[in-house]
């Protein structure tokens, strides 16, 4: 039993030492972007030399990878949150947004570098298409949204069916997101402001 304790606390010692790097390699992917990005800039930024990463990493392009899959991992976590079915459906999609902003909020060097635009060259693919496609994020974002309406709401709550809907409300979410600026605003007023749109539209 305290073998099995041992092992496990070392084993979640490294899983937090290889998050703290690929949080801190995210700023320097961003700045740099991938192809100009060295091993030791990425070592640097996580306050470790170079030939130490290769203990947790085999390569610049896995740190990368890994980076795509945390995200893609939190964000899909969102998804699976407990949903109150008696809400109303205005009070269901907030607490969905609010969560995703907060995410967004704590993860902001991560959320960054995959909003940038110099990635060609990075050999990472999410939901099949390449990271730099504009259309990867939407679509990964689109398809768990999706599948959360059909879960979560029923056909009478929608005035269109589930998958239109969800690219509609995916659209306005990364929208948002798209035209982040300054300081950032508080999660659940932005959730309400998202929900409010995807429900009402723009017009009074």
């Known amino acids: 039993m305290i073998v099995r304790t041992a092992v496990a606390r070392r084993t979640r010692a490294r899983e937090r030492v290889r998050e703290d790097i690929l949080l801190a390699a995210a700023g320097v992917f961003a700045r740099r972007g991938y192809a100009a990005a ?3 800039e990425l070592a640097e930024a996580a306050g470790y030399a170079a030939p130490s990463l290769y203990r947790y990493f085999s390569s610049k392009e896995e740190i990368f990878r890994r980076l795509v899959e945390l995200l893609a ?14 809400a109303p459906l205005a009070a ?13 909020r704590s993860r902001r060097s991560v959320w960054d570098l995959l909003e940038s635009t110099h990635f060609a060259d ?24 999706h599948a959360w309406l059909r879960r979560h709401t029923s056909p009478r709550e929608l005035r269109c069916p589930a998958r ?15 035209a982040a600026t300054g300081p950032a605003p508080d999660p659940s007023e932005r959730a309400r402001t998202i929900t409010d749109l995807a429900l009402h539209g723009v017009l009074p």
Request: hydrophobic share 50%.
């Open 92 to 104: 269901r999609l907030e607490r969905l947004f609010e969560a995703q902003e907060r995410l967004a």
């Open 73 to 86: 991992a939190e964000v899909s976590a969102t998804f699976e949150l407990p949903v109150d079915r008696t």
């Open 38 to 40: 060295t091993l030791a």
């Open 164 to 178: 239109v809907a969800a690219r509609v409300i995916a659209g306005i979410a990364f929208a948002f997101q798209a």
């Open 122 to 145: 990075a050999p990472v693919s999410l939901g099949g298409r390449p990271i730099h496609d504009p259309r990867a994020g939407l679509e990964f974002y689109q398809e768990r949204l």
